[in-house]
């Protein structure tokens, strides 16, 4: 299996807080992707990185932040969290720009409920 | 209409029947397909590239329609292991590549 690992696994956090994914690979790819998952829908992209520092706004961004400072780490924040961000977040890698050919390697993902 | 659409299933198929998928894209310019499988709250894992000759692995088989804009996964022999969700992806290239996900189609293989 692909290096790569979310944390935290599982969150609950209360509306209006702040709220930080961790997504750490081992497999110094380029390319890491942050998605949300949701029922009756597919995966949606909400940010990706193409390097250190360099990163891109996806389909669903509004609400959310990243930041990627080094190769191996790529943060997802929620700024203030709303209802209508519960869902399983999940991060994936690739060598070369999804949508290109390249496989995409997932995490475990993580659970977040905003109460 | 949904960029990629999936019957959501459940398709309850019986252990070493053959069971099929389609999924439609509506992107015309779309260049790449794969099939993901997804286990019950586990991570997708790529199950196989779609090719324009169509691809065999095993018991799968992926086929591509560019004219009618459809894939399809043929599952032969079904395992019980075999029972997760079927995720239909398609990418494509406007000014940056793309993928769109489709939301999957459930298989439960019964005994």
């Known amino acids: 299996d692909a290096g790569i690992t979310q944390s935290p696994r599982h969150k609950v956090t209360e509306t209006g807080t702040p709220v930080t994914l961790r997504c750490h690979q081992t497999?110094?790819?380029?390319?890491m992707y942050w998605y949300r998952q949701d029922p009756g829908h597919g995966l949606r992209l909400i940010h990706y990185?193409?390097?250190?520092?360099?990163?891109d706004k996806g389909e669903v961004s509004d609400g959310y932040s990243v930041s990627r400072s080094k190769t191996e780490d790529f943060l997802l924040t929620l700024e203030s969290a709303t209802s209508s961000q519960t869902s399983v977040y999940f991060c994936?890698?690739?060598?070369?720009?999804?949508?290109?050919?390249?496989?995409?390697?997932f995490g475990q993902g993580t659970r977040l409920t905003v109460v | 209409r949904k960029e990629v659409e999936q019957d959501p299933g459940p398709f309850n198929v019986p252990e070493g029947a053959t069971v099929a998928f389609n999924c439609t894209y509506s992107?015309?310019?779309?260049?790449?397909f794969f099939w993901y499988r997804q286990d019950c709250r586990k991570e997708p894992k790529l199950l196989m590239s779609?090719?324009?000759?169509?691809n065999e692995d095993g018991r799968f088989t992926a086929q591509l329609n560019r004219a009618s804009q459809y894939i399809s996964l043929l599952i032969r022999d079904s395992k019980l292991s075999d029972s997760a969700t079927y995720l239909c992806?398609?990418?494509?290239?406007?000014?940056?590549?793309?993928?769109?996900w489709g939301a999957g189609t459930k298989l439960i293989i019964k005994p």
């Open positions: 990185s193409y390097g250190v520092k360099d990163t």
């Open positions: 992107n015309s310019a779309s260049q790449s």
């Open positions: 497999e110094n790819h380029r390319y």
């Open positions: 779609v090719y324009s000759s169509g």
């Open positions: 994936a890698i690739s060598e070369g720009p999804q949508g290109s050919g390249t496989e995409a390697f």
């Open positions: 992806v398609v990418g494509f290239r406007v000014w940056n590549y793309q993928l769109i």
